[in-house]
């Protein structure tokens, strides 16, 4: 049973002004005995029977209570029959943050050997280099000047990336990383030991020697394939002909590696 002062609230919230209650409740206050007799009905017109709200009980009677903070109370069938309101609305799905993976560069490169030496060369148009290209011609001079022979053997097809153009597979510069370097381990291991690898154009120099253009004319150590040589592009050397002067310095130092092995 709730006390009267919230009891009031209640029925305010209600709308009630006046009320009467049948039975006598706990923590209310005392009801006058004539307002609980009947009505006589008078002669006339019959009027609707007047109630009378009851009386509050003196200040000295009413017991002390405790004076909560002012609520609208709920009653307890409305507290169970609360629910949970769903909108009928359609939930817009979150969308799952995809993996951005990265563009695959795109090469070709063919690996061939010359003696002592084995040469990874970027092809400039991606076809095999023919016999009066100019930069097959370029290739095979500067053969001459590290004395190798000028006619070098093919081995393999040439390595062109991306090697799907469609598919979720991840063709990005580590998986090319990954793919020209055992690319070039398993060929070289089917040839005779090589002096030195020759890398020839920046794919070549980065996706198989994991190094960039500053690398140039410099030697590298490729774990699992040995030592290499940077060599600018062909294209490069042909469209910049004043890096022929640093690569023929570079040359003089590094051919010491092959020019031993052929005595």
């Known amino acids: 049973m709730i006390p009267e002062l919230r009891r009031r609230a209640y029925l305010s ?59 609208v109370p709920r009653p307890k069938s409305q507290e169970r029959n609360i629910r949970p309101v769903v909108s009928d609305e359609p939930q817009t799905p979150v969308p799952t943050p995809k993996i951005a993976m990265e563009a695959p560069p795109r ?56 090697l799907l153009s469609r598919g979720n597979m991840d063709q990005g510069p580590t998986a090319a990383l990954e793919f020209v370097q055992s690319f070039v381990a398993a060929r070289l291991e089917e040839q005779e030991p090589c002096s030195c690898l020759w890398l020839v154009g920046l794919p070549a120099i980065r996706f198989a020697g994991e190094a960039d253009a500053g690398d140039y004319c410099r030697e590298l150590q490729i774990e699992g394939i040995g030592p290499a040589w940077a060599v600018p592009g062909l294209e ?28």
């Open 13 to 71: 919230a209600m709308q009630v002004a006046s009320w009467l209650p049948r039975v006598a409740l706990p923590f209310a206050a005392p009801s006058r005995p004539e307002l609980l007799e009947p009505l006589q009905e008078p002669v006339g017109e019959a009027q609707p029977p007047a109630i009378a709200q009851p009386e509050s009980p003196p200040v000295g009677d009413r017991p002390a209570t405790v004076h909560p903070r002012l609520e």
């Open 107 to 162: 090469f070709a490169l063919q690996l061939l050997r010359a003696g002592h030496c084995a040469v990874l060369v970027e092809l400039p148009t991606g076809e095999p280099l023919q016999g009066r290209d100019p930069a097959y011609l370029l290739l095979k001079d500067l053969l001459r000047a590290a004395g190798l022979p000028d006619s070098p053997q093919i081995i393999g097809q040439p390595v062109r990336w991306p």
């Open 236 to 263: 490069l050397l042909m469209d910049e002909p004043v890096r022929k002067a640093e690569l023929w310095q570079a040359m003089r130092r590094v051919k010491q590696r092959w020019m031993s092995q052929s005595e």
